[in-house]
């Protein structure tokens, strides 16, 4: 029988911790909102070492480089997964999971 540690766990190799990164409106509105605790709670489930956070889709930083049309916005490792509606918790999950 394989048994996991218990305990967070990384998704990925490397020294920079997995940033998921929900990207909307300041002052957040309800779906910006909920989108982040969303993947609060899908980062929780699986039990891993992530850092959610929230970004200003307006700011010129986040302006250059991802150029979104719609928000709220989720993004995985830099990578943008889903623009202008919010996700379900296990949608995150699978996206996390790489699927």
Known sequence: MIRRPSGPRRV???V??????????EPPCEKCTELLNNAKAAV???GIE???VKLWVLAPEVLGK???LLSPA??????VVAQGKVLKPETIADFLRGG
């Not at 920079?16 to 409106?25: C, D, P, S």
């Open 50 to 52: 992530a850092e959610v």
């Open 66 to 68: 991802y150029g979104l």
């Open 74 to 79: 989720l993004a995985i490792a830099e990578t």
């Open 16 to 25: 920079e911790m997995l940033r998921v990164e929900v990207i909307g409106l």
């Open 12 to 14: 990925h190799t490397g």
């Open 44 to 46: 929780e489930r699986l």
